[in-house]
Antibody
Framework: QITLKESGPTLVKPTETLTLTCTFS??????????VGWIRQPPGKALEWLAL???????RYSPSLKSRFTITKDTSKNQVVLTMTNMGPVDTATYYC???????????WGQGTLVTVSS | EIVLTQSPGTLSLSPGERATLSCRAS???????LAWYQQKSGQAPRLLIS???SRATGIPDRFSGSGSGTDFTLTINRLEPEDFAVYYC????????FGQGTKLEIK
């Protein structure tokens, strides 16, 4: 059974750096074809893909947000970490991590974590 | 860059009716790499359809997807009360993009 869970601060101040952790079970990020992605959703708005990391450490980022994001993995801990610099109020959103197999869709999602950016 | 436009923005129907949701891409979606997700309030999205027309595991057969190229449709037959939610299309493959969503509400 595949599960994912996001964790991190619920409140950050403008200009701060946000670090979110996705802890998963039921699969390994060392298995060929497996990826974990991050998607966010501002309150009342649509889903927005942010970043992806694959079993071979290939990393992909949304072109519009690329410069602010870093995604890394710790295979031994079954974790993926997303770091976002220079947070602003527009980054207030629920952040989800999700499982991806072989360049396809996101088939398993975490429950999401709401991050508010406010002074 | 591809843009996905979903219509209508809001669809008001009654239980038992049929819902037809549209997702239009500004460029052809390669290999039919188009998925549909359902999101209920306060919950994570749930995969419904992949490859434009393949139902995910456990998805009732009243949900069906169709289309190719730039025009895709999600059809929900005989709406059940639990089907009222927001629906997103997503292009996947080498690039990932979500549509802006269609809210299906009870009339």
């Amino acid at each position: 059974q595949i599960t994912l869970k996001e964790s991190g601060p619920t409140l950050v101040k403008p200009t701060e750096t946000l670090t979110l952790t996705c802890t998963f079970s039921g699969f390994s990020l060392s298995t060929s074809g497996v990826g974990v992605g991050w998607i966010r959703q501002p309150p009342g708005k649509a889903l927005e893909w942010l970043a992806l990391i694959y079993w071979d450490d290939d990393k992909r980022y949304s072109p519009s947000l690329k410069s602010r994001f870093t995604i890394t993995k710790d295979t031994s801990k079954n974790q993926v970490v997303l770091t976002m610099t220079n947070m602003g109020p527009v980054d207030t959103a629920t952040y989800y991590c999700a499982h991806r197999q072989d360049w396809t869709f996101f088939d398993y999602w975490g429950q999401g974590t709401l991050v508010t950016v406010s002074s | 860059e591809i843009v996905l436009t979903q219509s209508p923005g809001t669809l008001s129907l009654s239980p038992g009716e049929r819902a037809t949701l549209s997702c239009r891409a500004s460029q052809s979606v390669s290999s039919g790499y188009l998925a549909w997700y359902q999101q209920k309030s306060g919950q994570a999205p749930r995969l419904l359809i992949s490859g434009a027309s393949s139902r995910a595991t456990g998805i009732p057969d009243r949900f069906s997807g169709s289309g190719s190229g730039t025009d895709f449709t999600l059809t929900i037959n005989r709406l059940e009360p639990e089907d009222f939610a927001v629906y997103y299309c997503q292009q996947y493959g080498s690039s990932i993009l979500f549509g802006q969503g269609t809210k299906l509400e009870i009339k």
